[in-house]
Nanobody
Framework: QVQLVESGGGLVQAGGSLRLSCAASGSIFRFNRMGWYRQAPGKQRELVATITSLSSTHYADSVKGRFTISRDNAKNTVYLQMNSLKPEDTAVYYC?????????WGQGTQVTVSS
């Protein structure tokens, strides 16, 4: 059973920073890629950033240059460093891990950016 536990969310003013963590139960090498999605109230869940097992990264246009995804294989953890936060970044952020055709999701962590 794969478990993903997110942490690091909270309330921050516009222009501030947060770092989200996603700790996996067991080695993250078994996943083809991991990433972050977010869902704002009344909106569909959207991709934020992904990182492959070879550390190749991909970002949504809306966060390029502000967010950085990284991984620490020794700690089985993926991070999302979020800088220059905007009110429109307010959402529940979910960690996802993909292995073949299976995907696993965390419970989400709330990020709220005040103007």
């Amino acid at each position: 059973q794969v478990q993903l536990v997110e942490s690091g969310g909270g309330l921050v003013q516009a222009g501030g920073s947060l770092r989200l963590s996603c700790a996996a139960s067991g080695s993250i090498f078994r996943f083809n890629r991991m990433g972050w999605y977010r869902q704002a109230p009344g909106k569909q869940r959207e991709l934020v950033a992904t990182i492959t097992s070879l550390s190749s990264t991909h970002y949504a246009d809306s966060v390029k240059g502000r967010f950085t995804i990284s991984r620490d294989n020794a700690k089985n953890t993926v991070y999302l460093q979020m800088n220059s936060l905007k009110p429109e970044d307010t959402a529940v952020y979910y960690c996802v891990a993909v292995r073949g055709t299976d995907d696993y999701w965390g419970q989400g962590t709330q990020v709220t950016v005040s103007s």
